[in-house]
T-cell receptor, first 112, second 110 residues
């Protein structure tokens, strides 16, 4: 069974640029959630995708957008990057009714 | 608004001492509550959930709806329990739209 994988692991961007982060969900999982974790903070819920549709969104502006593909992998896109977007971005997949989230190791984004 | 509060950023105890990590939540519905743990150099993973009422690695947590709390307890802390602990709340069945607290770092001293 393959776990959740994220790419890239680290990246550096400058203000105003755009970034795409990728996530492959665990085998058999149809739900992907994205979180932003700033240093010293807990994961903040960005949004969730269920069967290719956005299924809930946290308090993040529209420049944070996402996609889920038929194989349930997902992308997080952030436009017009700001310095405060520097954080660890976590992807988590889930399936069934257990409620358990399976996390990837994250993509660390630095915005200069 | 839904919120999960963990009042302690750091909790330091001696090995063999009891430990309690506090978690309070605000939510108008019937939430599902979880504790997640992150050990050093490992990814975030589920420790336990209130629905299953299980004890994992000696940890238990009781949902107190009157006090809106879900404190994590262990009677005798071990050094390997040192980790970051996050309380989490799911607003729908099945773990949908799970939100997390800020986390408590537990340090168990020898």
């Amino acid at each position: 069974e393959t776990g959740v994988t994220q790419s890239p692991t680290h990246l550096i961007k400058t203000r105003g640029q755009q970034v795409t982060l990728r996530c492959s969900s665990q085998s058999g999982h149809n739900t992907v959630s994205w979180y932003q974790q700033a240093l010293g903070q807990g994961p903040q819920f960005i949004f969730q995708y269920y069967r290719e549709e956005e299924n809930g969104r946290g308090n993040f502006p529209p420049r944070f957008s996402g996609l889920q593909f038929p194989n349930y992998s997902s992308e997080l896109n952030v436009n017009a990057l700001e310095l405060d977007d520097s954080a660890l971005y976590l992807c988590a997949s889930s399936g069934g009714l257990s409620g358990e989230l399976f996390f990837g190791e994250g993509s660390r984004l630095t915005v200069l | 608004a839904q919120r999960v509060t963990q009042p302690e950023k750091l909790l330091s105890v001696f090995k063999g001492a009891p430990v309690e990590l506090k978690c309070n939540y605000s939510y108008s519905g019937s939430p599902e509550l979880f504790w997640y743990v992150q050990y050093s150099r490992q990814r975030l993973q589920l420790l336990l959930r209130h629905i299953s009422r299980e004890s994992i690695k000696g940890f238990t947590a009781d949902l107190n709806k009157g006090e809106t709390s879900f404190h994590l307890k262990k009677p005798f802390a071990q050094e390997e329990d040192s980790a970051m602990y996050y309380c989490a709340l799911s607003r729908e069945a099945g773990g949908f739209k799970t939100i997390f607290g800020a986390g408590t770092r537990l340090f168990v001293k020898a």
